[in-house]
């Protein structure tokens, strides 16, 4: 579904009450989730859009208007308790506004007990409430999930059209963390986040201890903590240039993501590469 049809309906009160953003990348997706909660509630809504001048405008850009809520992972995932929660807000009376709208950021990181309780609440949404999920990859999703849906699919902006969207920001950090996620914007963004040259240093430091099987030299990558190692290792999974690197890396990725120890997936994953014939990501 194109954006501009999105908005049409969104003017028009016609949206669908579960829709599912993939694609492109998170800053993308919730400036777009924003708009249509303006637009679903805006006092003076225009042909051009919302009117972003009423209190109610104002209140969504800030943050505190009650009838738009968001859902974030807690770390590495969604889990049930945080659904449980959420979904009691959902299902209170409106209290301001013409419509609910709750966003579910990252929804490709929801457990599968969350996943299935989110289901519950699609199956029978509270009235005049739009869900809103936000996720990478749509195929990450429940399956049961995504067939209820209105799947609005972003593509990938280009790195000029995603410094834009930035605001403020140190244009040339910003533009190595997009070249170091592989033009993947949410990966570029958390990059940017977390600090463009410590995670250069870090993936540094990994791709020379291996390169040189050097086991004493990861002693210097700890101590670390789970998501640090997410993200550095996604980073170096886009960098790699060799299938059973990819590989490799792609298996430790997903034993961090079931609460594995960070420390210990790093050793093991550094021992198979050394066994493979060092790293080849440079």
């Known amino acids: 579904m194109r954006l501009a049809l999105l908005e049409k309906a969104a003017r028009e009160s016609r949206l669908a009450h579960l829709l599912l953003f993939h694609g492109g990348s998170a800053l993308h997706q919730r400036?777009?989730?924003?708009?249509l909660a303006q637009f679903l509630n805006c006092s003076y809504t225009t042909a051009e859009g919302p009117c972003q001048?009423?209190?109610v405008c104002?209140?969504?850009l800030s943050g505190n208007h009650p009838e738009v809520s968001w859902l974030k992972p807690l770390k590495t995932s969604i889990g049930i308790e945080q659904v449980l929660a959420w979904q009691e807000k959902l299902y209170?009376?409106?209290y301001e506004g013409n419509y609910k709208v709750s966003v579910v950021e990252q929804a490709d990181l929801l457990t599968l007990p969350a996943a299935n309780s989110l289901l519950k609440v699609i199956e029978e949404p509270p009235d005049r409430t739009i869900i809103i999920l936000c996720a990478e990859n749509a195929e990450a999703i429940l399956p049961t999930i995504q067939s209820r849906a209105q799947?609005?699919?972003f593509p990938d902006l280009t790195e000029e059209t995603w410094l834009r969207g930035l605001g403020e920001v140190n244009d040339q950090e910003a533009s190595?963390?997009?070249?170091?996620?592989?033009?993947?914007q949410k990966l570029a963004e958390d990059i940017l986040k977390h600090g463009v040259l410590l995670v250069q240093e870090w993936v540094g430091t990994i791709r020379t201890a291996i390169a040189e099987r050097d086991f004493l030299k990861l002693f210097a990558l700890f101590p670390i903590e789970k998501n640090q190692a997410l993200l550095y290792l996604q980073v170096m999974a886009v960098q790699a240039?060799?299938?059973?690197e990819f590989?490799?890396?792609g298996k430790a990725i997903d034993e961090l993501r079931q609460q594995a120890n960070p420390r210990l997936v790093i050793e093991v994953l550094a021992l198979e590469l050394f066994q493979r014939g060092g790293s080849r990501c440079d």
């Open 151 to 153: 799947l609005v699919y």
């Open 247 to 249: 590989l490799a890396i």
């Open 31 to 35: 400036e777009v989730a924003l708009r």
């Open 53 to 55: 001048e009423c209190a």
């Open 58 to 60: 104002r209140k969504i």
């Open 241 to 244: 240039s060799y299938p059973f």
């Open 92 to 94: 209170l009376k409106h």
């Open 176 to 184: 190595l963390a997009f070249r170091l996620s592989g033009k993947n």
